[in-house]
Nanobody, 127 residues
Framework: QVRLVESGGGLVQAGGSLRLSCTAF????????MGWFRQAPGKEREFIAT????????VYADSVKGRFTVSRDNAKNTGSLQMSSLKPEDTAVYYC????????????????????WGQGTQVTVAS
């Protein structure tokens, strides 16, 4: 089993920045690809970004490309999502997720393919 704990959410003005962190407890973190998703009220969970277990491969949703950066530190069992130039439409609950990967550079985009999820952290961007 893997337990994920997220932190770093909060209230920020439009144009501001926030950094979310996701710490994993349990099995070998470096064997899992990590994904970030968000869900706004009344909307479906949306893919934001994913990073391979090696950290060498990343994929972003078009809506955040150039503004968000995903990273990981396997030595600390932690992944991060740096969010800049935030917009009111970025307001949502943000989730991190892990999925085992056989390959170092494999990534996972679909929420349904992830096994482990964090509890979510609220990000609110005020206009």
């Amino acid at each position: 089993q893997v337990r994920l704990v997220e932190s770093g959410g909060g209230l920020v003005q439009a144009g501001g920045s926030l950094r979310l962190s996701c710490t994993a407890f349990g099995r070998l973190f470096n064997l899992y690809a990590m994904g970030w998703f968000r869900q706004a009220p009344g909307k479906e969970r949306e893919f934001i970004a994913t990073i391979s277990r090696s950290g060498a491969n990343t994929v972003y949703a078009d809506s955040v490309k150039g503004r968000f950066t995903v990273s990981r530190d396997n030595a600390k069992n932690t992944g991060s999502l740096q969010m800049s130039s935030l917009k009111p439409e970025d307001t949502a609950v943000y989730y991190c997720a892990l999925e085992f990967q056989n390959t170092r550079d494999g990534v996972v985009v679909a929420a349904s393919d992830y096994t482990y999820w964090g509890q979510g952290t609220q990000v609110t961007v005020a206009s």
